[in-house]
């Protein structure tokens, strides 16, 4: 499969515990995005990276989040202390090139905080 | 700041009619629209896009349309399948991060 993957598919955490999630782009694309998915609700904008480095981070990531990117090909997404609003599905997406609008996602890691 | 509205939340047919999702966007920057159609428990796929440059784009039983004037863009699905039955997602972006910003979402359901 060359399409995004991310790792694990799904998580169930207790309050307080820290969890990390695991995205990998499809191969040379050097633009990647997380975005959050609550029920009901259109993915919401977290994080944007162009190769290693983070370009934007949405207001919505609090300082319990933290995204990386370390040699521009996978990216991990960590957060802290997790929260029962944490509980959403976190999608990752990537897209290739300046100019290239099309992002291909991935098939998601769903949080559940108990 | 940015925002994108979509309606209806939920449409159902009747299999073989016409469905119409419609959306509207804030930033008159956007310049990308696509639609993301989600089965339960399954990535969004992109099923179909327009530019800002163009006022309709067409494949096969999907079409879209954009009014830049009045900041609106719509979905049209003609000779609905059972398997059209989705969640379907408008968004807008622009150049620059090109992130996306996504509306609320269309529970589209096809009765057979």
């Known amino acids: 499969d060359t399409g995004v993957s991310q790792n694990p598919r799904h998580k169930i955490t207790k309050r307080g515990q820290n969890v990390t999630f695991r995205c990998d782009p499809i191969?040379?694309?050097?633009?990647l995005y997380w975005y959050r998915q609550t029920l009901g609700q259109g993915p919401e904008f977290l994080t944007y990276?162009?190769?290693?480095?983070?370009?934007?981070k949405s207001r919505l990531l609090s300082d319990r989040f933290s995204a990386e990117r370390p040699k521009g090909s996978f990216s991990t997404l960590e957060i802290q202390r997790t929260e029962q609003g944490d509980s959403a599905m976190y999608l990752c997406?990537?897209?290739?090139?300046?100019?290239?609008?099309?992002?291909?996602f991935g098939p998601g890691t769903r949080l559940t905080v108990t | 700041g940015e925002n994108v509205e979509q309606h209806p939340s939920t449409l159902s047919v009747q299999e073989g009619d016409s469905a119409v999702i419609k959306c509207t966007y804030s930033?008159?920057?956007?310049?990308?629209f696509p639609w993301y159609k989600q089965e339960l428990g399954k990535r969004p796929q992109l099923i179909i896009d327009i530019r800002s440059n163009v006022g309709e784009k067409k494949d096969q039983r999907i079409a879209v349309t954009l009014n830049k004037t009045a900041k609106h863009f719509s979905l049209h699905i003609t000779e609905t399948q059972p398997e059209d039955s989705a969640v379907y997602f408008c968004?807008?972006?622009?150049?620059?991060?090109?992130?996306?910003?996504f509306g609320t979402g269309t529970r589209l359901k096809v009765l057979a």
């Open positions: 968004a807008a972006t622009t150049s620059g991060t090109y992130k996306y910003i």
């Open positions: 930033d008159s920057a956007s310049n990308y």
């Open positions: 191969s040379e694309h050097n633009r």
């Open positions: 997406a990537s897209a290739s090139g300046q100019g290239v609008y099309e992002q291909y």
């Open positions: 990276f162009q190769n290693e480095a983070q370009l934007e």
